[in-house]
Structure formats: structure tokens, C-alpha cells
């Protein structure tokens, strides 16, 4: 399996991002991540103009919709020829097989589908008290995965601290894409539960994604570098 660290292109402008990923030689094309601001801000274009540089990109845009609204548009993005894209598993099955289906293309191929679970900005008295979940949130969170998996999906975000248990309950195969990283000696910010990259290594995360710590660096193509060489040991 194709352990990586993932950059969150985290930028409100084309021009910004597309001058961050200058920063890298011609040669290294590391794997990154498009949110919804720079998505909503330039549109696909800026997809293929990343895509066509020889990024490797994960698509977040966290669908949730009805099975049908979700399916087409999982079709369009698949044309986008991104790598890995992602929904919400409160969708429930039916919306993430029909996901699953509209994003295999003519050909059979298809990016990575992940789910997000719970968000980790929800904390268990919005659970209970808003959502009026009375699961505690580490159940509420394997439960989800599993449905994910259930349903075909290849695997879910999730805290590099429950990475793991969701192992344990999914099987190995099933991916973990975790945020939340740190370098011992970085900023934490609005970050709670935090990991490095080097212990995220040894503890299930198949895919980590890595933000401010690398894109607000004064060199961030060193601290990609080391983001890369702790985690892969
Ligand atoms: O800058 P930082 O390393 O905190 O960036 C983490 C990235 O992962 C951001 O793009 C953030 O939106 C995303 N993310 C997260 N926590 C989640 C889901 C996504 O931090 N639960």
C-alpha cells in the first residue's frame, strides 16, 4: 500500500497556490490536497492545471446529498481525473454505493473513495445535545467507518489518534487519511488532537495530510522533505 504525505493546498488563489508548488524542483511532485476554498475560488480548472503538473491530488470537497445528486456529481468529478475524493458517511450507504458509482469510470478505474466520519470540530455535547446522538463518539465514529467500508468505500478521515481501532474494525486494507500532524517543535494551532509525523507512521495512517506546518514554513520544501522522511521512516 502506497503510504504518502499529503499537502493541504490550503490558499484562497490560484496564483498563490500555483506559486507555493513552484517552490518544488521540477521533479518532485508531491501528493496534495484541494479543499472548498480553492475549489469555490477557481473552479476546475485549477484541478487540471495542478493535475497537469504532475500532482497527484485528493479532491475534499465532502459531498452529502441525496444518492442521485451525489452519484452525478461524483461522475463529473471523475472526469476531473483526480486521485482520491471523499464524502460525508452521515450520507448512509445507499448515498455512498451510489457515490461509488457514479465515480467508476467507462473503464472500470476510479479514484480513491473516503468518508469523512464524524468532524473533529463536533464533540460529543453537540453530538447529544444537537444531533441528538447518545453514542459515544469514539462508537459513533467506527460505526460510520464501517458503513463506509460496508459499502465498498476504500476508507475514511480520521484522527491519527483513533487510526487503529478503525484498523482493527475495518480491516487492514481499509485506508486511514489523517490531518491533525505536527512536528514535535511546530505551531499547534486550532488543532486539538495531534500527532507527528513519525509516530502517525507507526500507528496505522496510511496517508497523512499535512498543512500550515509545511505551507507556512519559511522553507516549506525542506519541511515537506522531513514531513516525508518521518513518516516513512
Ligand atoms: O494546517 P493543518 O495541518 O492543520 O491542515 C489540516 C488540513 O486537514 C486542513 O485542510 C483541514 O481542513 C483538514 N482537516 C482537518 N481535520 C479534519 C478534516 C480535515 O484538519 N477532521
Redesign the pocket.
Known amino acids: 500500500m502506497a503510504k504518502d504525505v499529503i499537502i ?1 493546498l ?1 490558499f484562497p488563489t490560484g496564483e498563490e497556490t500555483l506559486r507555493f508548488l513552484d517552490r518544488f524542483p521540477a521533479g518532485e511532485k508531491p501528493f496534495v ?1 484541494i ?1 472548498m476554498e480553492l475549489f469555490y475560488a477557481e473552479g476546475p480548472d485549477m484541478v487540471r492545471k495542478i493535475k497537469d503538473r504532475g500532482h497527484k491530488i485528493f479532491l ?1 470537497l465532502k459531498l452529502h446529498d441525496i444518492p442521485n445528486t451525489v452519484k452525478r456529481a461524483m461522475s463529473v468529478l471523475s472526469r476531473l481525473d483526480v486521485d482520491m475524493v471523499n464524502l460525508h458517511a452521515a450520507g448512509a450507504s445507499e448515498m455512498m454505493r451510489g457515490a461509488l458509482e457514479g465515480l467508476t469510470r467507462p473503464d472500470g478505474s476510479r479514484p480513491l473513495l473516503i468518508a ?1 466520519t464524524q ?3 463536533t464533540d460529543q455535547t453537540a453530538l447529544k445535545g444537537e444531533l441528538l446522538i447518545d453514542t459515544p463518539m469514539a462508537e459513533t465514529v467506527l460505526s460510520y467507518a464501517n458503513n463506509a467500508a460496508q459499502s465498498g468505500l476504500d476508507g475514511v ?3 491519527p489518534l483513533e487510526a487503529a481501532l478503525v484498523k482493527e474494525r475495518c480491516g487492514a486494507a481499509f485506508l486511514t487519511v489523517t ?4 512536528f514535535a517543535d511546530s505551531a499547534v ?3 486539538k488532537r495531534i500527532m507527528t509525523p513519525e509516530k502517525a507512521g507507526r500507528s496505522g495512517c496510511d496517508y497523512i ?8 514554513d519559511p522553507d516549506p520544501v525542506a519541511a515537506y522533505r522531513r514531513a516525508v522522511k518521518d513518516f516513512l521512516g
Open positions: 493541504a490550503d490536497k479543499g475534499d469523512v468532524l473533529t470540530s478521515v480520521c484522527s490531518p491533525g500532524i505536527r494551532g486550532d488543532q495530510v499535512v498543512g500550515r506546518p509545511i505551507t507556512q
